[in-house]
C-alpha cells in the first residue's frame, strides 16, 4: 500500500500559478503511475493529469492542456502538478492517487486527502 501526502495547495489569483507536490511513501511507491483529479463543490471528481512510473509518458484533460504540467522526481518520491494560467474554474480540491496508468479513477488504489485551491477572479 502507498501512502499519499498532498501539499502546495491555496489562494492564488487568476492568471497566477501554484505547484502542487504528492509526497509517496511505502513499498514500491516509486513504480505506481501518479494522477492527479479534483473536485469542486456540488461536482463529481474529475481527472486532471497522470504521469506514468518513469516519467515518459504523461495525459491531461482538456480543460488544463496547456496549461498545467505533470512532473516526477523518483529519487524524491514526489509527482508535482505546476498550474499556470490559473482560472477560477481551476477552484477545487485536488487529490493526488497512486495506481496503474490511466485517467479514471479506478485506475488508482490509493488516494491522498487532498488540497484545496482557490482561484479568485
Known amino acids: 500500500q502507498v501512502q499519499l501526502v498532498e501539499s502546495g495547495g491555496g489562494l492564488a489569483q487568476a492568471g497566477g500559478s501554484l505547484r502542487l507536490s504528492c509526497a509517496a511513501s511505502?513499498?514500491?511507491?516509486?513504480?505506481?503511475?501518479v494522477g492527479w483529479f479534483r473536485q469542486a463543490p456540488g461536482k463529481d471528481r474529475e481527472f486532471v493529469a497522470t504521469i506514468n512510473w518513469t516519467g515518459t509518458s504523461t495525459y491531461y484533460s482538456e480543460s488544463v492542456k496547456g496549461r498545467f504540467t505533470i512532473s516526477r522526481d523518483n529519487a524524491k518520491n514526489t509527482v508535482y502538478l505546476q498550474m499556470t494560467s490559473l482560472k477560477p474554474e481551476d477552484t477545487a480540491v485536488y487529490y493526488c492517487?497512486?495506481?496503474?496508468?490511466?485517467?479514471?479513477?479506478?485506475?488508482?488504489?490509493?488516494w491522498g486527502q487532498g488540497t484545496q485551491v482557490t482561484v479568485s477572479s
Open positions: 492517487a497512486a495506481g496503474r496508468f490511466g485517467y479514471t479513477a479506478t485506475d488508482f488504489s490509493s
Open positions: 511505502g513499498r514500491l511507491a516509486g513504480l505506481y503511475a
